[in-house]
């Protein structure tokens, strides 16, 4: 796995408890599914370099 980087986000209260509840819903932390959705979205619009693409049909 690549090396990890912590970063400070500013996201609004209501996106942020939307992303609680989706996390949870999915048995994921809060990190890991803002980690998931960023992750998705970058290999739907072919922005990851191709040895990270992970899950592509």
């Known amino acids: 796995m690549a090396a990890r980087k912590a970063f400070a986000l500013r996201i609004d209260e209501e996106t942020l408890a939307a992303m609680q509840r989706w996390a949870n ?3 994921r932390s809060l990190n890991a599914q803002i980690e998931f959705v960023l992750r ?9 370099p191709k040895k990270d693409r992970r899950g592509e049909d």
Not at 40 to 48: F, Q, T
Request: no cysteine; net charge neutral.
């Open 25 to 27: 819903d999915d048995l």
């Open 40 to 48: 998705e979205n970058l290999r739907k619009a072919g922005r990851l």
